[in-house]
């Protein structure tokens, strides 16, 4: 059985940081593009981050950029959400999945709370 399992999250001030990470099992996912995602409260999820199967090219939703930073370890089939200078607005459960994501791969999610 295919799992992504999403950790790391919790309830930090504005400003602070958090690292996110995403153990992947059942498969590898090494050659997987891969990519976070989160949904706010009363909102539709959306895209944070991707990454590719190498490592080398990154991608963000411009309301993250500069200050998070997406990374993959294949060799432990997993990827990291490392949030910086966070913001209230980034309130959120945060997901991984593949990108494009595949439906039967959602997890449950990790809550990340930013107060202000």
């Known amino acids: 059985q295919v799992q992504l399992v999403e950790s790391g999250g919790g309830l930090v001030q504005a400003g602070g940081s958090l690292r996110l990470s995403c153990a992947a099992s059942?498969?590898?996912?090494?050659?997987?593009?891969m990519g976070w995602f989160r949904q706010a409260p009363g909102k539709e999820r959306e895209f944070v981050a991707t990454i590719n199967w190498s490592g080398d090219t990154t991608y963000y939703a411009e309301f993250v950029k500069g200050r998070f930073t997406i990374s993959r370890d294949n060799a432990k089939n997993a990827v990291y959400l490392q949030m910086n200078s966070l913001k209230p607005e980034d309130t959120a459960v945060y997901y991984c999945?593949?990108?494009?994501?595949?439906?039967?791969?959602w997890g449950q999610g990790t809550q990340v709370t930013v107060s202000s």
């Open positions: 059942g498969r590898t996912f090494s050659r997987d593009i």
């Open positions: 999945n593949t990108k494009p994501p595949i439906a039967r791969y």
